[in-house]
C-alpha cells in the first residue's frame, strides 16, 4: 500500500528477520528504504535507512567473509539512460548494521556497459553479469556478449573478479578469406618456401 511501494521479507534464521521496504510519496523515481531487523528472541527491533535515486530490484542476503553475520544486499537501478546499478550493502553484527562500500566498476570494467546488471548468490559469493553493448549513446546495439563478476569479500571489504574473458579484445590470429560469389570460403593457410635444391657441377679430368 502506498507510499510503500517494494517490500522482500528475509530470514536469516529462526527469531532473526529483515523486512526490507522502499518508500515516497510524489515521485516514482525518488525515495528511500529501509531495513527493519526484528531479534525476536531477544526482542530487540531496529531500523536502517537510506536515500534511494531509482528503484528497488532485489534484495540478497550473504556472509561471503563466512563469520556468522550476515550480509543485506539491497539491489537498485536508476532511472537514467544507462540504467546503472548500485548495491546498498550492510553488515549485521549483533543488531548493528555496518554500511560496507560495494565497489565501482572501474574503468575496464565500464567498456561496453550499459545497465540491465542480473545479480545471484552462488556458492557463497555474489555473481554479477551484464550485457556488452557496442557503441555509444542511442546507437548502442548489443553485441551478443556478457561481462561476468564475482564478488567476494574479507575483513569487511570487498573484492572482486571477472570471470568472463574481456570481450573487449578481438583474436586476429587468424583472417576468414573474403569469399567470392560462387566460390566456397575456406581459411588460408600460409604456404611453405619450397627448398631451393643446390646445383652440383660435375668436374671431368683430361688425363694426358
Not at 545497465?115 to 556488452?132: H, T
Amino acid at each position: 500500500m502506498a507510499p510503500f511501494r517494494y517490500h522482500k521479507l528475509i530470514e536469516v534464521s529462526p527469531g532473526q528477520d529483515y523486512d526490507i521496504l522502499s518508500w515516497g510519496r510524489g515521485s516514482a523515481k525518488l525515495g528511500a528504504f529501509e531495513i527493519l531487523h526484528s531479534d525476536s528472541a531477544a526482542a530487540k527491533f531496529s531500523t536502517t535507512t537510506g536515500d534511494l535515486d531509482g528503484i528497488i530490484v532485489d534484495v540478497f542476503n550473504t556472509d561471503m567473509d563466512l563469520d556468522g553475520n550476515p550480509e543485506i544486499l539491497i539491489q537498485t537501478k536508476t532511472n537514467d539512460t544507462l540504467y546503472n546499478t548500485h548495491v546498498f550493502a550492510f553488515e549485521y553484527t549483533n543488531g548493528k548494521a555496518d554500511k560496507l562500500d560495494f565497489p565501482k566498476l572501474t574503468e575496464q570494467q565500464k567498456q561496453g556497459y550499459r545497465g540491465n546488471d542480473s545479480f545471484y548468490v552462488k556458492d557463497g559469493k555474489l555473481e554479477r553479469e551484464f550485457p556488452l553493448y557496442t557503441g555509444s549513446g542511442k546507437s548502442a546495439k548489443p553485441n551478443g556478449q556478457k561481462r561476468q563478476l564475482e564478488y567476494g569479500m574479507r575483513n569487511n571489504q570487498f573484492n572482486v573478479h571477472t570471470l568472463s574473458k574481456d570481450s573487449t579484445k578481438v583474436n586476429t590470429a587468424i583472417k576468414p578469406v573474403v569469399q567470392a560469389k560462387g566460390t566456397s570460403s575456406k581459411l588460408v593457410k600460409p604456404t611453405p618456401e619450397k627448398k631451393k635444391k643446390k646445383k652440383h657441377r660435375r668436374h671431368h679430368s683430361d688425363e694426358g
